[in-house]
């Protein structure tokens, strides 16, 4: 989230809301309801852990907080906006700005080193070649990767691939 949306916020303002969230897949000639009338609200500088047993829905909440997916019915709410009825550019956007992503396989690129694998976003975000690495060191500094910034992912333990996807998560926070 970027510094001027962060400033708003509360600790009792809702950051997301779900209200009556439910995610239909189409399986053969019938259909598997992977979320059912979820409501959730999680406020400013709150923490949350999503658990349950494999195949209770986690994958699908979590995607379609992440903008990755869409409800087929209810309302999704982050910072207030109406998520559930935005366009693509929309929520690729949000994507970008709002939200930060740190994925159970990394998804790094392979063929770039760990600074360039965090600069990814800010890419995206339209930052300068300057400010990209600059920032890029910052985050992998303070996961403490600052001595394997010019390694490869396949040059890592899995450890330290996963502080690169947190420290790429993490790069735009302070945008």
């Known amino acids: 989230m970027n510094q001027a949306a962060q400033q708003e916020l509360t600790e009792t303002d809702a950051i997301i809301q779900l209200t009556g969230l439910q995610r239909r897949y ?4 019938g259909y598997i309801d992977a979320l059912r009338s979820v409501d959730l609200e999680v406020l400013a500088n709150d923490y949350l852990a999503i658990m349950g047993q494999s195949g209770s829905g ?11 997916d869409r409800p087929t019915a209810g309302e999704y709410r982050l910072r207030d906006k109406r998520v559930s009825t935005m366009d693509d550019r929309q929520l690729a956007k949000i994507r970008n700005q709002e939200i930060g992503f740190v994925f159970q396989t990394f998804n790094l690129l392979p063929r770039m080193t760990a600074l360039a ?15 990209r690495v600059a920032r890029a060191k910052e985050a992998l500094t303070t996961v403490g990767l600052e001595d394997r910034m010019l390694h490869r992912p396949s040059e890592m333990s899995g450890g330290e691939r996963q502080r690169v996807a947190i420290a790429r998560a993490l790069v735009l926070a302070g945008r």
């Open 26 to 29: 189409a399986m053969g000639g």
């Open 58 to 68: 986690k994958s699908t909440l979590m995607n379609i907080i992440g903008c990755l």
């Open 117 to 131: 694998n965090v600069e990814v976003p800010l890419i995206y975000s339209g930052a300068k070649r300057k400010e």
